[in-house]
């Protein structure tokens, strides 16, 4: 354990799952509650949100940092991620200096296997992100649930803004008998009302102006879809991003909020939403949008 100090206060901080695990069983009781927020480091108000509900709502918070490698199938994707521990831990002081930060090493982690468990999500994982990112579901279901095994939460708390990632999340805990709470929470905005994202920190200023465009399509795409057919709102979105030189759309999905399947015709009692992805260079930016 490294117990950072600040204006004579101190964070609890571990980089080993072994100190982790032991200082939670000093802390832990039968009725004492754990929030956990998993992350991967360049934290930003959507972040600290989600820290802040836990905070209030459990005895003891603990914030994982880790940027997973086996959730990403681009290596340059990996390599580029933004990791900015130091910054992130003075982030999380200006809440609360009783945040557990559990900052780990891929070999504290995988133990020098650095591979995915295989997860069958029914299905949830074949759509969207799953069908462009290969296996990434895979490292998601991997490292959500060591993460869970380790840190024993009571809630977990994911942001809306990876709705299909927290559907999968849901769906781990229901296949596994795991004994949390999964929390899901709104997504958080620029000014500009671009989703909060850590990769937002590599869009050059211009760029990052610019990306408006992403939400101001969906709520477009949204308004739309109330008078029409899945297929038009489509076709709406993708002559939006057709011409235009500094967004690549790849995908946009207009899909059943519980199967995440895509629609072909609206039904009175279902829940739709919408994804999308854009590269800005090779930027990947998602976002999403509830059409009900």
Do not use: W
């Not at 100190?19 to 009781?29: M, S, V």
């Not at 880790?66 to 199938?73: M, R």
């Amino acid at each position: 354990m490294f117990a950072l100090n600040f204006n004579n206060t101190s964070m609890h901080i571990f980089y080993s799952k072994a100190a982790l695990i032991a200082y939670i069983k000093t802390i832990k009781t039968a009725n004492s509650t754990i929030g956990f927020v998993p992350t991967m480091g360049a934290l930003h108000q959507g972040h600290l949100a989600l820290m802040q509900r836990s905070l209030k709502e459990n005895d003891d918070t603990v914030v994982s940092i880790f940027v997973n490698p086996t959730q990403f199938n681009n290596p340059e994707d990996l390599a580029k991620y933004p990791r900015t521990l130091e910054e992130d831990i003075k982030k999380m002081r200006t809440l609360s200096d009783k945040i557990i930060l559990y900052a780990p090493s891929v070999e504290d982690i995988y133990e020098g296997n650095t591979i995915s468990q295989e997860f069958d999500f029914d299905g949830l994982e074949n759509q969207m992100e799953g069908k462009f990112r290969p296996g990434h579901f895979n490292g998601v279901g991997t490292i959500v649930k060591r993460l869970f095994e380790i840190v024993t939460p009571t809630n977990a708390y994911f942001g809306e803004k990876d709705f299909q990632q927290l559907q999968i999340v849901k769906k781990l805990v229901e296949k596994n008998n795991l004994p949390v709470t999964i929390v899901g929470c709104p997504i958080f905005r620029e000014e500009n009302l671009l989703a909060m994202s850590s990769r937002n920190e590599r869009l050059s200023p211009e760029e990052r102006k610019e990306a408006s465009i992403i939400y101001e399509v969906l709520t477009q795409a949204k308004e739309l879809f109330q008078s029409t057919n899945p297929k038009e709102t489509i076709e709406f979105v993708e002559n939006a991003f057709k011409n235009n030189e500094r967004f690549d759309l790849e995908y946009f999905v207009i899909a059943d909020e519980s199967t995440l399947l895509p629609v072909d015709y609206k039904e009175n009692d279902k829940k739709y939403r919408a994804f999308i992805a854009v590269f800005v260079n090779s930027i990947r930016l998602i976002d999403t949008i509830s059409l009900n």
